[in-house]
């Protein structure tokens, strides 16, 4: 009946992992850690900006697109501006210091990759807004310190038990890098031949998914367009996005 395939959140490209990882690490160490008791604050702030963009204020960030927009420091500057601390120095939950909105802005910004990905990719989407709480957003249970060590994929790759997250540097493993990149990233947008035999491909991302970026999708979306032309793809693929949805489900926080 479907011959096809279904990707529920596909991760793209796993490889930006490693580099999103390393960011994250680095941004919030020492005064740029943003604690969990200040997520609810950035929330807040996330909401009164972009809760009213669709025209509704419903607490569900339903505009999307113009709220990461919003948010994304390479299209917006100082976006925290209402909530920073007086003199930019940490004084307490009610505000964020300039330390901590570098990092919140390093949430949402760009990340450049130091060499190209598989098929040429050299950069990520920041990650999204709408839905920041302490079990759904890209903050880190303590502040990185100098002994940290490197853990999963960066792991793996490096393959030096000695390395610390604050000590690696990743442009000395291009080479296994680009290596693992080039088998794990399914992130070719010419799916030409996959439409040739008949396939179909129906794409679902959740717009508060904190695990999978789901602007890393938006942009491989464009460019499958941007390579195959909106006629074709429209005639094989489907692309669905969920609003206010974390990873992996199929229902918002209200359902009906």
């Known amino acids: 009946d479907y011959d096809g395939v279904l990707a529920q959140v596909p991760v793209f490209p796993y490889t930006a992992t490693v580099f999103d990882g390393h960011?994250?690490?680095t941004t919030q160490a020492g005064d740029g850690w943003i604690p969990p008791a200040k997520i609810a604050l950035i929330a807040k702030e996330v909401r009164r900006q972009c809760d009213a963009l669709d025209g509704i204020e419903d607490g569900l960030v339903s505009n999307y697109m113009a709220c990461d927009r919003r948010f994304d420091p390479a299209i917006t500057p100082r976006?925290?501006?209402?909530?920073?601390?007086?003199?930019?120095?940490?004084?307490?939950?009610?505000?964020?210091?300039?330390?901590?909105?570098?990092?919140?802005?390093?949430?949402?910004?760009?990340?450049?990759?130091?060499?190209?990905?598989?098929?040429?990719?050299?950069?990520?989407?920041?990650?999204?807004?709408?839905?920041?709480?302490?079990?759904?957003?890209?903050?880190?249970?303590?502040?990185?310190?100098?002994?940290?060590?490197?853990?999963?994929?960066?792991?793996?790759?490096?393959?030096?038990?000695?390395?610390?997250?604050?000590?690696?540097?990743?442009a000395r493993y291009q080479k296994e890098i680009q290596a693992y990149s080039a088998m794990a990233d399914a992130t070719d947008?010419?799916?030409?031949?996959?439409?040739?035999?008949?396939?179909?491909?129906?794409?679902?991302?959740?717009?508060?998914d904190y695990t999978v970026n789901p602007r890393g999708i938006y942009a491989y979306y464009d460019r499958v367009v941007a390579t195959m032309g909106q006629p074709s793809v429209d005639a094989f693929v489907r692309f669905y996005v969920g609003v206010g949805i974390f990873h992996n489900r199929n229902v918002g926080r209200d359902p009906l």
Do not use: Y
Request: glycine fraction near 8%; proline fraction near 10%.
């Open 23 to 25: 960011v994250r690490a």
């Open 79 to 170: 976006p925290f501006d209402k909530v920073r601390c007086a003199d930019g120095k940490d004084t307490g939950e009610t505000c964020l210091s300039d330390a901590q909105i570098a990092a919140a802005n390093a949430v949402h910004a760009p990340i450049r990759f130091p060499f190209p990905l598989h098929k040429g990719w050299t950069s990520m989407p920041g990650w999204p807004t709408g839905s920041e709480s302490t079990s759904n957003w890209k903050t880190l249970p303590r502040a990185t310190e100098p002994a940290t060590p490197i853990t999963g994929t960066l792991a793996l790759l490096v393959k030096d038990p000695n390395a610390t997250m604050l000590g690696v540097n990743l």
């Open 189 to 208: 947008p010419d799916l030409s031949a996959f439409q040739r035999r008949g396939g179909k491909l129906v794409m679902k991302v959740n717009t508060t």
